[in-house]
């Protein structure tokens, strides 16, 4: 895993003026919605951020929030989940705490992998390609290429990630380009390369098109892209 150390975000305004050039009618998008900020600063550790992920996982997010708080208090002194507080707690705590047994295998296999060198440290995350952290990361049970692309975007502010699969980003795409349907993946994948790269500014507005063009009802809760 050893590797030169990569940065954490990116350029923002090169991105911005590349993306304008690129793909005029996502620019008109942009100068709409503004200038996004995000914070790739924050300390976070790999195995409490792919746990969160794992928990949050098809429930309402004040549900998942109550299980990993519960989960969190049986990690020592009340910390972070972490490969040694999961082998600390044995199944009938973790259950206790509401997580469900296809949870517990995950969350046992998250340790496992982290105690095998197959989930980095925190301080390898920086030193690892986008593509070496899916591939490491994705043999864990119950994380995804999604999960591990939202990670790369929204906590290493990686600059040149596409997911393709997401729902949000094809239905932005569909809006701003004005597809009838849905772009496929394998298509979006394709008709993305022109944003590179700078893939990840072009996924972040996306999103806000949709949230722009499809206003929450009054009162809703506003979508959270990434529990990691």
Request: aromatic share 6%.
């Amino acid at each position: 895993m050893k590797g030169l150390l990569i940065p954490r975000g990116f350029d923002v305004d090169a991105a911005t003026a590349h993306l304008s050039k690129c793909d005029r009618k996502l620019g008109k998008w942009m100068r709409r919605i503004g200038p996004l900020e995000h914070d790739f600063g924050a300390r976070f550790e790999p195995v409490d951020a792919l746990a969160r992920s794992i928990l949050y996982q098809q429930l309402s997010g004040k549900a998942a929030a109550t299980i990993t708080g519960r989960v969190r208090q049986r990690m020592p002194r009340g910390g972070k989940i972490s490969a040694r507080g999961i082998d600390g707690v044995d199944d009938a705590g973790l259950r206790a705490a509401g997580v469900s047994r296809n949870k517990i295998a995950a969350l046992r296999d998250l340790a496992a992998k982290f105690h095998a060198g197959i989930v980095p440290t925190s301080a390898q995350l920086d030193r690892m390609s986008d593509e070496s952290l899916i591939e490491h990361l994705t043999q864990v049970r119950g994380i995804g290429r999604w999960t591990v692309e939202m990670l790369l975007m929204f906590r290493l502010g990686r600059a040149d990630v596409l997911p393709v699969d997401d729902l949000g980003v094809r239905k932005g795409a569909q809006i701003v380009h004005g597809f009838e349907e849905m772009p496929p993946p394998r298509m979006l994948r394709e008709f993305g390369e022109r944003w590179a790269p700078y893939r990840t500014l072009a996924a972040f507005y996306l999103w806000r098109v949709c949230d722009v063009a499809n206003p929450p009802k009054p009162g809703a809760k506003p979508v959270k892209r990434s529990q990691t």
